[in-house]
């Protein structure tokens, strides 16, 4: 039934618009021109809603976080427009005293965002010489106070500078970079000064003796030792004392080294050419630094200490 009405209105729609040719297509153009009036008008009301709600959300966005912590937002921005050259006054804002700012430290004057790990830096914890300031020596010398320590790193050996890279290592992994400190390490247009130069210079050092220890302990590895009151001090080697695995076990003997108080026990390889000469057969027995233990014998691999 209700399909019959449609054909009904159909066919009265179609005789209606059944006019001769000329009123024919004026009315057909005044309808496309209607339609395309009502695109362009909704399309406008679509744009406008579409305009304002963006506007709205950034309105609620932002006045939201201003609400919620109106401090920390400030401090952040105010840090971006600085593009990253901070001073030591505005890092000190960030010494962990105020829970709402976050807490920043400087590590030989670059500046890390550390407050995921607030716990360790904030006031009253083990780690808040930190906090705020740039205290690089205090990451090797364990200088913990805020009084005492100082950010110049200044008679630190190579071993020490190789530390504090690695501490910097930690924090370019672990935590938020957010720009260079004017100050020892960075001038006020962000470039490195002497100090830096000269920290970097040892930092190199550093991993050449590194290399080079590395070199040592593979040819001399560490002893294995234990004691007990019945049988006192006992030094042996294996083929994996002092976690270097080899394909040879060695004998201990005492290393000396200059600059070195105390000898060292090391394996010392017995076959084969000498590492340092690459002549005769007996490995580094004739090593000039290398001493036998009194109480043992030439080839012992166990070796029983004299009190
Ligand atoms: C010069 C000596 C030391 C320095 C400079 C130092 C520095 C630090 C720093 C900066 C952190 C925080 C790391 C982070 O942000 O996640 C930390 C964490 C920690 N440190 Fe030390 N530390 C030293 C010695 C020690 C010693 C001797 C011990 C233990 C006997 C120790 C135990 C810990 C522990 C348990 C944590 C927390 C680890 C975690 O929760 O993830 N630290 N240390």
């Known amino acids: ?9 159909a066919s009265k729609l179609a005789s209606d618009h059944a006019a001769p040719g000329a009123e024919k297509d004026d009315s057909s ?15 406008y009301i679509l744009l406008s809603v579409v305009v304002v709600l963006i506007v709205g959300l950034l309105i609620f966005t932002v006045t939201r976080v201003q609400f919620a ?5 400030t401090t952040k921005a105010t840090i971006k427009s600085k593009e990253s050259l901070i001073t030591e006054e505005e890092l000190l804002k960030h010494d962990g005293s105020h829970p709402n700012i976050p807490i920043y430290l400087s590590i ?7 407050d995921k790990g607030r716990q360790h830096y904030e006031v009253g914890s083990g780690y808040n010489v930190f906090a705020g300031r740039d205290s690089t020596p205090s990451f090797v010398t364990g200088v913990f106070s805020r ?34 400190l004017i100050g020892r ?10 100090a830096l130069k000269e920290a970097k210079a040892l930092i190199k050092e550093g991993q050449r003796l590194k290399k ?30 002092a976690g270097i695995n080899r394909d040879w076990v060695g004998v201990p003997r005492r290393m000396f080294k200059p600059g070195k108080k105390d000898p060292k026990c090391v394996c010392v390889k017995t076959t084969g050419p000498s590492s340092d000469t690459g002549e005769g057969n007996e490995g580094d027995l004739n ?21």
């Open 1 to 9: 039934m209700s399909r019959q009405r449609n054909l009904k209105s």
């Open 29 to 43: 153009s005044k309808v496309k021109g209607l339609g395309d009036q009502e695109f362009i008008k909704s399309f």
């Open 69 to 73: 912590n109106p401090f920390t937002v």
């Open 108 to 114: 030989l004057g670059r500046i890390y965002d550390v």
């Open 147 to 180: 009084e005492q320590a100082t950010d110049d790193v200044k008679g630190l050996s190579p071993e020490e500078m190789l530390g504090i890279k690695e501490w910097l290592d930690f924090y370019r992994k672990d935590y938020t970079y957010i720009g260079k």
């Open 185 to 194: 390490y960075y001038d006020n247009g962000g470039n490195p000064t002497e």
């Open 212 to 241: 080079l220890q590395e070199a040592e302990n593979k040819r001399f590895p560490g002893c294995n030792s234990r004691w007990s009151v019945e049988e006192g001090s006992t030094v042996w080697c294996s083929q994996n004392s």
């Open 287 to 307: 090593n000039p630094n290398m001493q036998q233990y009194p109480a043992c014998n030439k080839y012992d691999v166990s070796c029983k200490l004299q009190d």
